[in-house]
């Protein structure tokens, strides 16, 4: 349907969460970030040449910085959670230094924590999360699900249980992941999933049946099954292929929280393997989309791989946004929902956006979507949307398409003023310039930024006043030109030292 959601982003989730998604638009997350392995996960892929050769699909290393500390030191002087965060990465730090080791789980924490943040208010009032982890760090995540979700809306920790081929190592075979499913309040979407009956389960119904006992249970067992079906199956010990648990509400008791009827994806044999180092089963995708959303759902997974979220979604008709940093795997999740999914191929349901980090990329992405590279520009610069208008919104936009929070001091006071943002993808004319000047007066901002690629600035430099503001520091331009280029280079515009507050999130520092 037209006005569907169907995307996949490549980029920082960080950056994809804060900047580029509706709040409250989205119904489930689930999420499956890398587990602090400590290891390169590399795919074989064999060339021209029929000789394999391992291209890198993620990292999943981290280390302690002095970065970390600056952003640690944030999050403790900052509102709630933050803190409450940051004392379970404290935590962290602390047991890491005793023992001597580099502090990587403390800054795995740090990161998740950042992203976790970012994820919430995206999520609406039926909406639910479910975090994919394994048993090395889940009990520092679930402590920080508590402080962001709430712990009053935890609702299960799922533990999905596996075989596969034996470690050597002087322990118990490690042999399940942890699912962390948290709901966002009581009016969270949740269906009532059934346990797949066992065999035993047949016989015991099937005994109770022709016994006369529970009539009702069997009238009501008799009506979905033609019981004569399944004798055989009760004989054999085996359940038929089509026996849908689903509909098996006459006696089959709800789904417990230990899932250990999904295999995991085993060798290259495996149909559905696509070769991704930590592919997850479609089965065990499909059973969360349909436990915690609805039909034209929206739903997200910022930590994408190699698609199975979305491949799920789509078969179970819901929307989806699938975001992951690395571009192979926006190429392989694509490839994959086109090669399964041809009609949405045919119908241009699918928008493919990458984070731009050259002049190339930008100008791409401004002639593919020039709405999505406002968002992005905005972002990158540090810039928010105007009252109830988000950057890149469509519609007419007044010449304003984004604003830039500043914290000016003068006379040793501080005060909030506001830098107006302009975008352009193409030609800049004379009268936008005038006109961005017009926008400043209205609106009482200090500052109205043209943001353009570098050919069209002489435009800029031609028709901007030459009037400026002060503050205790120094005198800025009020109209000034400023280049995709120097953005991409992480340069700024002549702005105070301290601007950019970004949804509640972090203030950038010059």
Same mark, same amino acid.
């Given at each position: ?226 019981? #004569?079906?399944?004798?055989?199956? *009760?004989?054999?010990?085996?359940? %038929?292929? $089509? @026996?849908?648990?689903?509909? =098996?509400? +006459? ?31 479609? #089965?065990?995708?499909?059973?969360? *989309?349909?436990?915690?959303?609805? %039909?034209? $759902? @929206?739903?997200?997974?910022? =930590?994408? +791989? ?205």
């Amino acid at each position: 349907m037209p006005g569907e959601i169907r995307r996949f982003y490549r980029g920082d989730c960080l950056d994809i969460l804060r900047e580029y998604i509706e709040p409250g638009s989205v119904s489930l997350i689930y999420l499956d970030p890398p587990f602090n392995s400590n290891s390169r996960y590399n795919l074989p892929f064999k060339g021209r040449d029929k000789i394999h050769t391992a291209v890198e699909a993620f990292v999943d290393t981290w280390t302690w910085t002095a970065r970390h500390d600056t952003r640690l030191a944030e999050f403790r002087r900052s509102p709630a959670p933050r803190p409450a965060l940051a004392t379970v990465i404290d935590f962290a730090r602390n047991a890491e230094v005793t023992t001597g080791e580099a502090g990587n789980l403390a800054a795995y924490l740090l990161n998740m924590a950042e992203r976790l943040l970012a994820m919430k208010p995206l999520l609406n009032r039926r909406g639910s999360v479910y975090l994919h982890c394994d048993p090395t760090a889940s009990h520092y995540l679930k402590l920080m699900m508590d402080a962001v979700f709430g712990r009053q809306n935890f609702r299960n920790e799922i533990v999905w249980c596996y075989r596969g081929m034996p470690s050597k190592a002087q322990r118990f075979q490690r042999k399940h992941d942890i699912i962390l499913f948290y709901a966002v309040s009581q009016e969270s979407t949740f269906h009532v999933l059934r346990d797949a009956p066992t065999a035993g389960s047949l016989k015991t119904f099937e005994s109770a049946r022709r016994r006369g006992y529970n009539t009702n249970l069997s009238k009501r067992m008799v009506t979905v099954f033609d019981w #004569a079906k399944y004798h055989q199956a *009760i004989e054999d010990g085996k359940i %038929p292929a $089509d @026996l849908n648990p689903l509909e =098996f509400s +006459g006696g089959s008791p709800p789904m417990r929280d230990w899932w250990d009827d999904i295999r995991i994806l085993g060798g290259p044999r495996n149909k559905e393997r696509l070769g991704y180092p930590t592919q997850k089963p479609l #089965a065990l995708l499909e059973r969360i *989309i349909k436990a915690s959303s609805n %039909p034209g $759902d @929206l739903v997200l997974d910022p =930590f994408c +791989g190699c698609g199975t979220t979305v491949h799920a979604a789509e078969k179970l008709d819901r929307q989806w946004i699938g975001v992951d940093i690395s571009r192979f795997s926006v190429g392989l999740m694509h490839e994959r929902v086109k090669s399964n999914f041809p009609h949405r191929l045919a119908q241009k349901a699918i928008t493919v956006i990458g984070l731009p980090e050259t002049v190339a990329e930008a100008r791409a992405l401004a002639q593919q979507d020039r709405f999505e590279f406002e968002k992005w520009a905005c972002g990158k610069i540090g810039a928010n949307g105007m009252g109830k208008r988000r950057p890149g919104t469509r519609g007419a936009d007044g010449g304003l398409d984004g604003i830039i929070e500043l914290l000016v001091i003068r006379d040793g006071k501080i005060f909030s003023e506001t830098a107006i943002v302009q975008i352009k993808s193409g030609r800049v004319s004379a009268d936008s310039v005038r006109a961005l000047a017009e926008v400043v007066r209205q609106t009482g901002a200090v500052s109205g930024i043209m943001l353009c690629f570098a050919d069209q600035l002489t435009t800029v430099e031609n028709q901007r006043s030459n009037e400026v503001w002060h503050d205790d520091e120094r005198s800025y331009p009020v109209i000034q030109g400023f280049s995709i280029e120097d953005l991409l280079a992480d340069k700024r515009p002549i702005l105070p030292r301290r601007y950019g507050l970004r949804r509640g999130a972090r203030m950038t520092a010059g």
